[in-house]
């Protein structure tokens, strides 16, 4: 519900810059233009900044973050192409030195009024600004062989997010390591928006078609990779109501919407209808994979997997004559793919076998629950959950307590 709402609000400023830039980018290209377009970037950035400005201090938490909702997007767009096209604002400074001093003094005075009233908010603005316009910048003078090569990259970094392999606790055994991880999360998709963007941009530039179908490709496989990652962490928002997590996709959807503007108000004509298509259709596939991810049942599925662990168990134990010494043990012959629950980035299966028992569980890893057991609300909760098991096991620790011990030691994945 959440996303959908934002989804909806983020895309209106950006749908009327997107209508206003199309008429003035329409226009010939000559230094009038440039005056009209560089007045039409300053006065969208006053009016955009002029609310955080104005009532940033005195909203509500939740009012506050539906009017950052709103704007962001659109105000770092802005921002980055006043930042981009600098050029034309000395081109308008020249021509109309009273209304640019004006518009750049307002600007500048919201811009101070934001760093007091909402210091934070400002300055994630003002490096989400250079950042996006620095990268930009850099990746519009690659050529499409290097470009592409960086898609590929890209393309096999989200692949290993959604088999779930980037984020196991195998892999993520440091602190250092967790924190490159968690920061990659917004990066990776950040970078993959803007690649597949400057990819199809440039192969609208070739001359034919059948010069453009194949690098196409890319880009389009880009696009899914990124709903694909988007659909798994919905299913393991969902698993384990994490206090964050939930938010998350707006922050792609907002990158979506940025990487749109610049794509459709910084190219020409012939740019324009994939840049819309970009700034809206994107999106709503992001919103589209969340809400798909979101309606399904996670603990549901992890018990379904159970099952056809337990079968493939047994078949292994009436074949052996014993229960398997683990799990790998079951694959290709009796289990063809062996999935793990769906409770929490690189959760894995707990199992221990000897010659007359098994068990099978996985640790629970849940927030804002009601447990009845005292359980602040806030805080993560535990739990090991024996599934299917087979006679009796020894006394002493095995797998889930372990795993157990690394939850709590780190507050989950």
């Known amino acids: 519900m959440l996303i959908n709402l934002g989804a909806l609000l983020t895309l209106l ?3 009327v810059i997107v209508l206003v830039g ?3 980018t329409s226009r010939v290209v000559n230094q009038g233009r440039a005056r009209s377009w ?3 970037l300053l006065s969208a950035a006053v009016l955009l900044s002029l609310p955080i400005a104005v009532f940033g201090s005195s909203l509500s938490t939740g009012v506050m973050g539906l009017y950052i909702l709103i704007l962001l997007p659109a105000l770092v767009s802005v921002l980055t192409l006043l930042l981009l096209d600098w050029h034309s604002l000395i081109d308008l400074w020249r021509a109309q030195k009273r209304l640019a001093s004006v518009l750049l003094a307002l600007l500048a005075l919201l811009l101070g009024l934001m760093g007091l009233k909402a210091p934070q908010f400002t300055l994630l603005l003002l490096v989400l600004v250079l950042l996006i316009a620095a990268s930009w910048q850099a990746m519009r003078r690659l050529g499409i062989s290097s470009l592409s090569i960086l898609g590929w990259l890209v ?3 989200l692949l290993l997010e959604i088999s779930g392999l980037a984020g196991s606790p195998e892999v993520l055994n440091t602190n250092i390591l967790r924190l490159a991880y968690e920061i990659g999360l ?4 950040f970078l993959a928006l803007v690649i597949a963007a400057l990819l199809a941009r440039q192969s609208l530039d070739s001359a034919s078609w059948l010069q453009r179908l194949p690098r196409l490709i890319l880009p389009v496989l880009l696009l899914l990779a990124l709903a ?3 659909f798994r962490g919905a299913v393991l928002v969902k698993a384990t109501g994490r206090a964050f997590e939930d938010h998350a996709p707006l922050i792609i959807l907002a990158s979506a919407v940025i990487v749109g503007l610049l794509v459709t108000l910084t190219g020409g004509k012939r740019i324009v209808p994939a840049g819309l298509a970009f700034t809206f259709l994107v999106p709503s596939l992001i919103v589209s994979s969340y809400t798909l991810g979101w309606r399904l049942d996670p603990h549901a599925i992890t018990t379904e997997r159970s099952r056809r662990i337990e079968k493939a168990i047994m078949q292994y134990h009436q074949e052996h004559g014993i ?3 683990d799990l790998p043990a079951l694959t290709p012959r009796y289990l063809p793919i062996l999935l793990g629950p769906l409770n929490g980035r690189g959760q894995e299966w707990c199992y221990q076998s000897g010659k007359d028992f098994y068990r099978l569980g996985y640790v629970i890893f849940q927030r804002y629950y009601d447990w009845g057991d005292g359980t602040p609300f806030f805080e ?4 090991i959950k024996i599934l299917h098991s087979t006679g009796e096991p020894p006394a002493g620790a095995w797998m889930c307590d372990q795993q157990l011990q690394y939850m709590h030691a780190t507050g989950g994945l």
Request: aromatic share 20%.
């Open 155 to 157: 393309l096999g970094l």
């Open 323 to 325: 229960y398997p010494p």
């Open 22 to 24: 199309m008429s003035i």
């Open 13 to 15: 400023p950006a749908f």
């Open 228 to 230: 694909g990652g988007v």
């Open 380 to 383: 993560p909760y535990y739990k």
């Open 186 to 189: 917004v990066i990776v998709p």
């Open 38 to 40: 560089m007045q039409f």
